[in-house]
């Protein structure tokens, strides 16, 4: 597997970048921030790829990702989704029963809407299918949540990369990136938390005001 990320990351096309992505939202450990900043620094720096397509086809990995953790879960149950994330398997690839349950815990107070934030939020963000796929969340409503959440947080990553091109050197592209970029999506999320629940308290009001 090792060799297979180097390789893809020395080639990096539109193809191996929804490879990686594929990897990187599944159980797989593999951070975003070293497949699209880089995907899209060269980009700015060469012009071989289009920063709009490197989204589009990072979001389709993410898609992809999410949807294998999802039927997974489906399928196996929760008893197994622990027992695996508590096995040696599971601990060689960055996993736990008490990771899996702070995931479930974000999932269960925040609702549906959680596949979309929860791709925001670093450490959160690859095992927010877990629970959706426990719960049965309507498939439908799942791959558009992901698909928001991870092309929001794509587009971020993306222009961080096109926009230091001119600012930093490739070698220290990803320490740059991952700084800014936790930081950017605590605070996308901390935004969409509070539009959120200003629609919802306006919602309240107004069907209470109507009785």
Same mark, same amino acid.
């Given at each position: 597997m090792g060799e297979l990320l180097q390789w893809c990351l020395e080639h990096l096309n539109y193809w191996t970048i929804s490879l990686l992505m594929t990897i990187e939202s599944s159980f797989i450990p593999?951070?975003?921030?070293?497949?699209?900043?880089? #995907?899209?620094?060269?980009?700015?720096?060469?012009?071989?790829?289009?920063?709009i397509l490197i989204i589009l086809f990072a979001t389709l990995?993410?898609?992809?990702? #999410? !949807? /294998?953790?999802?039927?997974?879960?489906?399928?196996?149950g929760k008893p197994l989704?622990?027992?695996?994330?508590?096995?040696? !398997?599971?601990?060689?690839?960055l996993l736990s029963g008490e990771k899996v349950q702070n995931a479930e815990n974000y999932f269960n107070e925040h609702g549906a809407v959680s596949t979309f934030v929860g791709r925001l939020i670093?450490? /959160?963000?690859?095992?927010?299918?877990?629970?959706?796929? !426990?719960?049965?969340?309507?498939?439908?409503?799942?791959?558009?949540?992901?698909?928001l959440g991870a092309g929001i947080w794509n587009t971020v990553l993306a222009?961080?990369?096109?926009?230091?091109?001119?600012?930093?050197?490739?070698?220290?592209?990803?320490?740059?990136?991952?700084?800014y970029s936790h930081e950017i999506g605590y605070s996308i999320a901390a935004i969409v938390v509070v539009v959120l629940a200003v629609i919802i308290i306006k919602n309240y009001r107004k069907n209470h005001s109507l009785k």
């Open positions: 593999f951070p975003s921030e070293v497949v699209v900043p880089p #995907a899209a620094y060269h980009a700015a720096s060469n012009g071989e790829m289009n920063v990995g993410a898609i992809c990702g #999410a !949807l /294998i953790n999802y039927f997974l879960s489906l399928w196996i989704v622990y027992k695996f994330a508590d096995s040696k !398997l599971g601990h060689m690839l670093p450490a /959160i963000r690859q095992l927010i299918s877990i629970p959706a796929g !426990l719960s049965k969340m309507p498939l439908g409503r799942f791959v558009a949540f992901t698909a222009m961080l990369g096109f926009v230091l091109e001119k600012k930093v050197p490739e070698d220290q592209l990803i320490d740059t990136v991952t700084h």
